[in-house]
Nanobody, 124 residues
Framework: HVQLVESGGGSVQAGGSLRLSCTVS????????MGWFRQNPGEEREGVAAIGGDGSTGYRDAMKGRFTVFKDNANNILYLEMIDLKPEDTAMYYCAASSREGGSWTLVQGLYDYWGQGSQVTVS
């Protein structure tokens, strides 16, 4: 049973930075596509950033230049580095893992099989 556990959320002022972490319990899935998504109550969940099994990375347009997704392969940890945070970045952030082997990054939620419980980010 794959478990994903997010951490690193919190409250920051606009312009501040945060780094989210996602620890994956099984290394098998860590080598495949992994992504970050976010959601506010009453709104649809949206893709933020992803890293493919081939190492490629992709971002939602609003995050380009401000967010960076990367992995610590030795410890099975997925990160999301966020700088220049804006109030509209406030949301619950979720990491997700796909069981597709290899492949490029994707923000198509239906292609992800495992999800964490979320970490709240609040920007004021």
């Amino acid at each position: 049973h794959v478990q994903l556990v997010e951490s690193g959320g919190g409250s920051v002022q606009a312009g501040g930075s945060l780094r989210l972490s996602c620890t994956v319990s099984e290394g098998t899935y860590f080598s495949d596509c992994m992504g970050w998504f976010r959601q506010n109550p009453g709104e649809e969940r949206e893709g933020v950033a992803a890293i493919g099994g081939d190492g490629s990375t992709g971002y939602r347009d609003a995050m380009k230049g401000r967010f960076t997704v990367f992995k610590d392969n030795a410890n099975n940890i997925l990160y999301l580095e966020m700088i220049d945070l804006k109030p509209e970045d406030t949301a619950m952030y979720y990491c997700a893992a796909s069981s597709r082997e290899g492949g490029s990054w994707t923000l198509v939620q239906g292609l992800y099989d495992y999800w964490g419980q979320g970490s709240q980010v609040t920007v004021s």
